[in-house]
């Protein structure tokens, strides 16, 4: 020992520095980046700055979305986007949730499994849509499938990785006290994979909203993909912006639901 502590000094303190890494979320510094965004864009239109032609100014959008909800344009257009958009995305994910459990647990799928799914991912899904509408016609079948060929390829991905990421010590130890497969899976490897297959989810909802625009903008008479393009062939672009603010809105709740999904599945963590 040290002369110090033999006579009793106090020892000095050792400053804790195992914090982790757990960032927090700030809504009003998130609610303020909008704020100041939307003030920065009234200004430059206010001074001229921007051009009202190219790029109305954000009381001119609010008027433009006012008159859709009034008219009921607007509630036409979104719910026929809608109803496509979750159509869509159910039947890729299911389909993808499916393919992925099977290629990372059986080996009979894998090699199979991942040389298809790396060959037509990188394909522009967009690229397939004329041919969609060959194979199924110019009405509503040929956008969930684009929709849904789309959300397909990231669910296999991410689910596909979750599973592999599994430590395989968990599931030798639940096979070793006779768990069937199904508890397997329900309870150790399901468990393990979902953080990567709802982070799978962000992405596919993301592809999804483009895709349904992409859809919409080559044959539909109602949806906001129809309403943007419509708005842009006669030059309203104050209607066009309030399209595209409309998707935006629609993506940020698409983001909330999932957020909150996330917390409900991973309130275990």
């Given at each position: 020992?040290?002369?110090?502590?033999?006579?009793?000094?106090?020892?000095?303190l050792?400053?804790?520095?195992?914090?982790?890494?757990?960032?927090?979320?700030?809504?009003?510094?998130?609610?303020?980046?909008?704020?100041?965004?939307?003030?920065?864009?009234?200004?430059?239109?206010?001074?001229?700055?921007?051009?009202?032609?190219?790029?109305?100014?954000?009381?001119?959008?609010?008027?433009?979305?006012?008159?859709?909800?009034?008219?009921?344009?607007?509630?036409?257009?979104?719910?026929?986007?809608?109803?496509?958009?979750?159509?869509?995305?159910?039947?890729?994910?299911?389909?993808?949730?499916?393919?992925?459990?099977?290629?990372?647990?059986?080996?009979?799928?894998?090699?199979?499994?991942?040389?298809?799914?790396?060959?037509?991912?990188?394909i522009?899904?967009i690229?397939?849509?004329?041919?969609?509408?060959i194979?199924?016609?110019?009405?509503?079948?040929?956008k969930?499938?684009?929709?849904?060929?789309?959300?397909?390829?990231?669910?296999?991905?991410?689910?596909?990785?979750?599973?592999?990421?599994?430590?395989?010590?968990?599931?030798?130890?639940?096979?070793?006290?006779?768990?069937?497969?199904?508890?397997?899976?329900?309870?150790?490897?399901?468990?393990?994979?979902?953080?990567?297959?709802?982070?799978?989810?962000?992405?596919?909802?993301?592809?999804?909203?483009?895709?349904?625009?992409?859809?919409?903008?080559?044959?539909?008479?109602?949806?906001i993909?129809?309403?943007?393009?419509?708005?842009?062939?006669?030059?309203?672009?104050?209607q066009?912006?309030?399209?595209?603010?409309?998707?935006?809105?629609?993506?940020?709740?698409?983001?909330?639901?999932?957020?909150?999904?996330d917390?409900?599945?991973?309130?275990?963590?």
């Amino acid at each position: 020992m040290s002369r110090d502590v033999e006579q009793g000094a106090p020892a000095s303190l050792v400053r804790f520095r195992a914090t982790g890494f757990n960032p927090k979320s700030n809504p009003v510094a998130a609610w303020a980046s909008f704020v100041v965004v939307i003030a920065l864009w009234q200004l430059g239109s206010s001074t001229g700055f921007i051009s009202e032609l190219a790029m109305p100014s954000p009381v001119a959008v609010a008027k433009a979305l006012w008159q859709l909800i009034v008219s009921g344009d607007l509630w036409l257009h979104l719910g026929a986007s809608l109803q496509r958009l979750v159509g869509g995305w159910i039947m890729g994910t299911v389909a993808g949730l499916v393919v992925g459990f099977l290629v990372g647990m059986f080996t009979w799928a894998r090699s199979p499994g991942v040389a298809l799914v790396s060959a037509l991912f990188p394909i522009p899904k967009i690229a397939l849509l004329p041919l969609f509408i060959i194979w199924f016609g110019i009405g509503e079948p040929s956008k969930f499938a684009t929709i849904a060929f789309g959300v397909f390829f990231p669910t296999v991905i991410n689910t596909f990785g979750g599973v592999d990421n599994v430590q395989r010590n968990l599931i030798r130890m639940g096979q070793s006290f006779d768990l069937p497969m199904t508890s397997v899976v329900r309870k150790i490897i399901l468990p393990g994979a979902l953080p990567t297959i709802l982070s799978g989810f962000r992405i596919s909802s993301s592809i999804a909203i483009i895709l349904l625009i992409a859809a919409e903008m080559i044959g539909a008479q109602y949806g906001i993909g129809a309403l943007i393009l419509a708005a842009g062939n006669l030059y309203q672009t104050d209607q066009l912006i309030a399209g595209v603010v409309v998707l935006s809105l629609m993506g940020l709740c698409v983001s909330w639901l999932l957020g909150r999904l996330d917390r409900w599945l991973l309130g275990w963590r």
